[in-house]
């Protein structure tokens, strides 16, 4: 299983709303991709930073879902203070439904 992490920053005052481009609709897009094993947005008020994590069970199928990243981006990328970095890793244990 792979693991795309995507690391992104608010701008002052619109955390929420970079948040709130994750609806249900992009959510199910993502998961509409071969291969896609879920997505977890988390925040932290605090620091204005997002994760975006996303699970695939191979590397090639999170390579696919990378282009719906990016035709996703301008959802949230309006809000965000840069592009955001993004990083693979390989799952090693993972506890889900």
């Known amino acids: ?4 992490v995507a690391i992104m920053e608010a701008k002052q005052g619109e955390l929420n709303d970079a ?8 959510v199910q897009g993502a998961r509409d991709h071969d291969g896609n094993r879920g997505l977890l947005v988390l925040s932290d008020p605090d620091t204005n930073r997002v994760l975006v994590i996303s699970l695939w069970d191979t590397k090639e199928e999170a390579d696919g879902g990378d282009a719906f990243f990016e035709r996703i981006a301008p959802n ?7 592009r955001p ?3 693979t890793f390989d799952v090693h244990v993972a506890s889900l439904p």
């Open 19 to 26: 948040v709130g481009a994750f609806d249900a609709e992009t």
């Open 1 to 4: 299983m792979e693991a795309r």
């Open 85 to 87: 970095e993004r990083e």
């Open 76 to 82: 949230f990328g309006k809000h965000l203070t840069h």
